[in-house]
């Protein structure tokens, strides 16, 4: 290729690539840079290991990403393993499947804000959730669910938001896969089980990786469903970004943002990898 | 048609409309309202109750005929604006609201006009909030405090907690019956930061911050952790009075004016009472000011003159319950007797304050 269809391929790539490249290029390197303490806002700018090095130290912080990673990682999984079922049962059409689908899929459509708030309505100490099991006599009096220190009440969330997302992805895979393939594993005596992990599986990993790493992205950046419902004795790294910024704290706040998105990039590299291993029992 | 384009550029480019702060020196305060209604406009940067101090504005809309517009903003949001906007030549704001506690992080005599030379009458004014001057800059028009919300049904007056030791038996005697923030609000922070001060021998109004002074917390630090099973860490200012206000919790911190406001709404049960403990409870105030860049600095002067009023001050009280910062405004419409009042004390220092509070959260909020 000479240099003129060089050029031409880089002008043709250019709006597109281009302001990919220039948007999260900028956004990158200020935080990479404010980490290292350049553009402080409210003090001295000059390379500084500092912030690093004291953010590496506080069990706020170690606390932090180990939070977020263990509500990435569990959202990613709960969510894909629900979806599978559904997506294999919805796979061909049946009466009511369209209903079914749109259902299933009208989370999608509700803020996570929203959901949140009314989640915390649910679970409040003299909410619906409390009442009914007083009512059906499990519980003898109201129990206090509400931010709970494991953060299920993220979880939750982060499932029911997420769940259709990663059936939206994956349902077109899954769907084709042609039927012959499944009748002649059946044919020749694989089980329901069998045909999954055989066949489906492996037929539909891509969509299942895609899922998964998309799902995990958003949920280990969680922030709306955090401060809302989220325990109140840990902070995600979101919430803790925040919580530095608003003090005015930028150079920490772009450490634990640096973070961020270094923990995501990796781990979530890291999941469809690990997913890829699972169904092909190694790497290819 | 390009005539008149070239006009309205040209009567830009010269700032038509605008008034400087040597121009306002000279205009007397009937030319100041005069050239206010020229401008018809202004933009109020104030980070809460935005929806409700949009209706309370429309008196001053229509005495002066000057509209107010009140955008969507955050606190750290708009002083961040506040920074990045100085050197423009005009800005986007013309009043800005700021905490008394905060305002040291801005050296005022940069951002804002001297209102002491430009306001017509100052006297009853506050000018000093919580024991930090406005310096002329600054002027209140919302004095606030925090203090213990608690449910009358559960507790009575007589068995109000005073101190941190009866504090913790009340929680002893009734676990997860109270809760307090530290983050979303300053309730919860006030009660934290009052009880460290009362457990601890050292100065919490001097701003300096060391690892001894900070180490020297310990004995507020135990105390908090000795009692960590009986006490609740609620979400936010809101989520402990909501907390309250469904039964959940019988006491909290809060803020005055905020649990006045959602009581007046209907958005918190009327008989939810409040009180000032007297080992004290952080108190202080908002002003305002006009920064040097504002694009209508006339209508603004006017609006600060009507807001920091008496009159307007004693409708605040009525509408908020806020603490009026004007001498002769009527302010028998808030929650605490006046009696109470003494038991407030200022906000920490900062940065002391900042280090006080992390110190917290690692050691007793992360220890939970």
């Given amino acids: 290729m000479d240099w003129r269809k060089s050029a031409q391929v880089v002008l043709l790539l250019l709006p597109g690539l281009g302001l990919i490249l220039a948007m999260i290029g900028s956004v990158l390197y200020i935080a990479v840079a404010q980490s290292f303490g350049y553009y402080n806002l409210t003090g001295?700018?000059?390379?500084?290991?500092?912030?690093?090095?004291?953010?590496?130290?506080?069990?706020?912080?170690?606390?932090?990403?180990?939070?977020?990673?263990?509500?990435?990682?569990?959202?990613?999984?709960?969510?894909?393993?629900?979806?599978?079922?559904?997506?294999?049962?919805?796979?061909?059409?049946?009466?009511?499947?369209?209903?079914?689908?749109?259902?299933?899929?009208?989370?999608?459509?509700?803020?996570?804000?929203?959901?949140?708030?009314?989640?915390?309505?649910?679970?409040?100490?003299?909410?619906?959730?409390?009442?009914?099991?007083?009512?059906?006599?499990?519980?003898?009096?109201?129990?206090?669910?509400?931010?709970?220190?494991?953060?299920?009440?993220?979880?939750?969330?982060?499932?029911?938001?997420?769940?259709?997302?990663?059936?939206?992805?994956?349902?077109?895979?899954?769907?084709?896969?042609?039927?012959?393939?499944?009748?002649?594993?059946?044919?020749?005596?694989?089980?329901?089980?069998?045909?999954?992990?055989?066949?489906?599986?492996?037929?539909?990993?891509?969509?299942?990786?895609?899922?998964?790493?998309?799902?995990?992205?958003?949920?280990?950046?969680?922030?709306?469903?955090?401060?809302?419902?989220?325990?109140?004795?840990?902070?995600?790294?979101?919430?803790?970004?925040?919580?530095?910024?608003?003090?005015?704290?930028?150079?920490?706040?772009?450490?634990?943002?640096?973070?961020?998105?270094?923990?995501?990039?990796?781990?979530?590299?890291?999941?469809?990898?690990?997913?890829?291993?699972?169904?092909?029992?190694?790497?290819? | 048609m390009i005539r008149k384009l070239m006009a309205t550029a040209i009567s830009l480019a010269l700032g038509a409309g605008t008034a400087s702060a040597t121009d306002l020196n000279e205009m007397s305060w009937d030319e100041i309202v005069a050239l206010a209604q020229e401008q018809g406009e202004l933009t109020w940067y104030v980070w809460y109750l935005q929806d409700e101090l949009r209706g309370a504005v429309s008196a001053f809309e229509e005495k002066y005929g000057i509209t107010v517009t009140i955008p969507e903003t955050t606190n750290s949001g708009q002083k961040d604006k506040l920074r990045a906007e100085r050197d423009r030549e005009t800005g986007d704001m013309d009043v800005f609201a700021t905490s008394f506690n905060t305002a040291s992080e801005l050296d005022l005599s940069d951002f804002f006009y001297d209102l002491d030379e430009l306001l017509p009458d100052t006297e009853g004014r506050a000018q000093e909030i919580g024991g930090i001057s406005g310096e002329g800059y600054l002027f209140g028009f919302w004095g606030n405090q925090t203090g213990i919300a608690y449910d009358p049904a559960h507790v009575s007056v007589g068995d109000l907690p005073q101190s941190p030791e009866e504090f913790a038996a009340f929680w002893a005697a009734n676990p997860g019956k109270m809760g307090f923030n530290y983050e979303k609000g300053g309730s919860g922070p006030s009660f934290i930061t009052n009880t460290l001060r009362v457990l601890s021998d050292i100065d919490f109004y001097n701003p300096e911050s060391s690892p001894e002074k900070i180490a020297s917390l310990q004995g507020g630090i135990d105390f908090f952790n000795e009692h960590a099973a009986n006490y609740v860490i609620t979400a936010s200012n809101a989520d402990s009075i909501t907390r309250i206000s469904d039964a959940e919790l019988w006491m909290a911190p809060a803020w005055e004016d905020h649990l006045a406001g959602l009581q007046k709404r209907g958005e918190a049960r009327s008989d939810i009472a409040y009180y000032i403990p007297s080992m004290g409870m952080s108190g202080g105030g908002n002003g305002v000011a006009i920064p040097l860049n504002a694009p209508n600095a006339a209508a603004a002067l006017v609006f600060v003159n009507w807001l920091t009023s008496a009159e307007t001050q004693t409708a605040l009280n009525v509408s908020f319950g806020t603490a009026p910062t004007h001498a002769d405004a009527d302010g028998s419409k808030a929650l605490v007797p006046a009696e109470q009042r003494v038991y407030q004390t200022g906000w920490a220092s900062k940065p002391f304050y900042s280090d006080m509070l992390a110190h917290f959260v690692e050691e007793v909020v992360l220890e939970r």
């Fill in chain 1, 44 to 284: 001295e700018s000059g390379f500084s290991v500092e912030f690093w090095e004291s953010m590496l130290d506080r069990k706020i912080y170690n606390r932090s990403w180990r939070y977020s990673l263990y509500i990435g990682f569990f959202s990613a999984i709960i969510s894909v393993a629900l979806a599978y079922p559904l997506a294999i049962w919805l796979r061909r059409p049946f009466a009511g499947s369209d209903v079914i689908g749109a259902l299933l899929k009208a989370p999608l459509l509700v803020h996570g804000l929203v959901a949140a708030f009314l989640f915390i309505n649910v679970v409040s100490y003299n909410g619906i959730f409390n009442q009914f099991m007083q009512g059906i006599g499990l519980w003898d009096g109201p129990r206090r669910l509400q931010n709970d220190q494991n953060g299920f009440g993220v979880l939750i969330l982060q499932v029911w938001k997420q769940m259709p997302f990663a059936l939206l992805i994956m349902i077109g895979s899954v769907q084709a896969i042609s039927d012959d393939v499944l009748d002649a594993a059946r044919d020749l005596g694989a089980g329901a089980f069998t045909r999954f992990r055989r066949i489906i599986a492996p037929l539909s990993l891509s969509a299942m990786q895609a899922a998964l790493v998309i799902i995990f992205m958003g949920a280990v950046a969680d922030f709306s469903f955090q401060v809302i419902a989220g325990p109140t004795n840990r902070q995600s790294l979101a919430q803790l970004m925040v919580f530095f910024k608003e003090n005015g704290q930028w150079n920490d706040a772009a450490v634990v943002g640096v973070t961020l998105m270094v923990l995501a990039l990796l781990c979530a590299g890291l999941l469809a990898l690990t997913a890829r291993i699972i169904v092909y029992g190694r790497i290819r």
